[in-house]
């Protein structure tokens, strides 16, 4: 299985006869890559998410945070409770606030829309992980 590195560009919309697809256009380093691909053929694609920083958990985890009355001052968006008193301890795994985003993610199963050789560019319907203009590799299912 061969994987071809391409640069993510900005997502859009392309129609073909009467359907509108949402489609993300990859940027090929060489057209003649393109030879490798067909229209309808399932490719994966693998890029490097987005990054969020550090965000809490709220944000992070989608927790609901807690009550705006009853006696509360501060503790609008923290985590609650971390844990019982009787391992002394926090748990592995206790999902709290930390960095997000930045992982390295495989979309599987996007379908190839349209090629376009004049630009080198390979139209997937969906959405592929990562920055505009960030690097992803494809590579057939």
Do not use: C
Request: charged share 25%; no cysteine; net charge positive.
């Amino acid at each position: 299985m061969e994987k071809i590195q391409a640069k993510k560009l900005k997502m859009t919309q392309i129609w073909k006869g009467d359907k509108v697809f949402p489609v993300s256009p990859l940027q090929l380093k060489d057209a003649t890559q393109l030879d490798l691909f067909k229209e309808g053929d399932q490719v994966k694609v693998t890029g490097v998410t987005k990054g969020h920083g550090f965000q809490g958990v709220v944000k992070r985890w989608s927790f609901a945070g807690g009550p705006k009355t009853h006696g509360q001052k501060n503790r609008y968006r923290s985590p609650g409770s971390i844990g019982s008193t009787a391992p002394q301890r926090v748990v592995p795994g206790r999902k709290m606030a930390g960095r997000m985003g930045g992982n390295q993610k495989t979309i599987r199963n996007l379908k190839v829309v349209e090629l376009d050789k004049n630009t080198g560019k390979l139209f997937v319907r969906g959405s592929v992980p990562g920055n505009t203009n960030s690097k992803v590799l494809i590579a057939k299912s």
